[in-house]
């Protein structure tokens, strides 16, 4: 123990809205070969009315309605740990995913960790990334860049997250973000640490594609602006143009928004992207016909 925090102890920290399926996110995090673990589950919700936060070490409320942020940065200044791990309340765990990030941390002297990912989508699963990401480059352009149709080129995901205490608290999430605030916390990151970062290169965490009334799913392309306004100037012209596509055309077409097709327009305009990119961006085109099909219909 050192200034109050426990060598060995991992804080991992769960944002909640109470939903069913915290019940195996937190039993995969206590089936974890590294024992001394603590877990801090923090509801988005006034209470844990369903009970599912149970086995959580502790259980924290922001009142409800404050964000997954929020609930973070909470959870962070309440641990005890020497790391703290980030963990979705609809993902899970391999049970050596703790385990084997100290040990890489510890191997290569680093305080910022990631692992590879298992991508559920219906019945599919995939292993993400695509592309591992290289030293030299830009880890913005590594997230936002759309060279294939698929997502997943540059993939690092919060619930394969994990840092010391001390950086945890040092660069906390952006409670002003309401989309995107896992790419603005590992850009603020690396800006902070510079290419020591460990990747395992295992996928060791199990990511649940979005549900219908997740905000990363729901098209509004208003939500995507201030991410590009933080990071733009750190982006470069390809990557400016991928993001726009993929972010911020997609969701104006997909709600038929002329303003936000407008503004899409503007950015590209004085970027580059990659013909994938504006091929993924068509595909709120689609949404939006089908949608419009629906209310037909009905």
Excluded: C
Aim: proline share 2%; glycine share 10%; hydrophobic share 40%.
């Amino acid at each position: 123990m050192t200034d109050g925090v426990n060598d060995q102890l991992v804080t991992v920290v769960i944002p909640s809205l109470g939903r069913s399926e915290l019940v195996r996110t937190i039993e995969s995090v206590r089936n974890q070969t590294h024992r001394d673990i603590e877990i801090i589950v923090v509801l988005d919700t006034a209470m844990d009315e369903g009970g599912t936060a149970t086995g959580a070490d502790i259980v924290l409320t922001t009142g409800g309605g404050r964000g997954a942020a929020v609930g973070r940065n909470m959870g962070v200044a309440a641990a005890s740990g020497r790391f703290v791990a980030f963990l979705d309340d609809d993902d899970w765990w391999e049970a050596t995913k703790i385990e084997k990030q100290i040990a890489s941390m510890t191997r290569q002297s680093t305080e910022f960790s990631y692992t590879a990912t298992y991508f559920h989508s219906g019945n599919t699963v995939r292993t993400l990334p695509i592309t591992r990401y290289g030293a030299g480059s830009s880890m913005g352009d590594y997230l936002v860049l759309r060279p294939g149709l698929r997502h997943g080129h540059g993939y690092v995901q919060s619930s394969s997250i994990m840092l010391t205490r001390r950086l945890a608290q040092h660069v906390a999430w952006d409670e002003s973000l309401s989309k995107h605030q896992d790419w603005d916390l590992v850009v603020r990151l690396e800006e902070e640490v510079g290419e020591k970062v460990s990747y395992v290169d295992e996928p060791l965490v199990h990511v649940q594609q979005a549900s219908k009334s997740s905000i990363s799913t729901v098209r509004n392309w208003r939500r995507s602006v201030p991410f590009y306004d933080k990071h733009a100037s750190s982006l470069g012209k390809t990557a400016r143009g991928d993001f726009i596509a993929t972010q911020i055309l997609r969701s104006a077409l997909a709600a038929g928004d002329g303003q936000g097709i407008v503004y899409a327009a503007s950015g590209l305009s004085k970027a580059r992207v990659h013909p994938a990119a504006l091929i993924v961006s068509l595909y709120g085109a689609v949404e939006f016909g089908k949608r419009l099909r629906q209310r037909v219909a009905s």
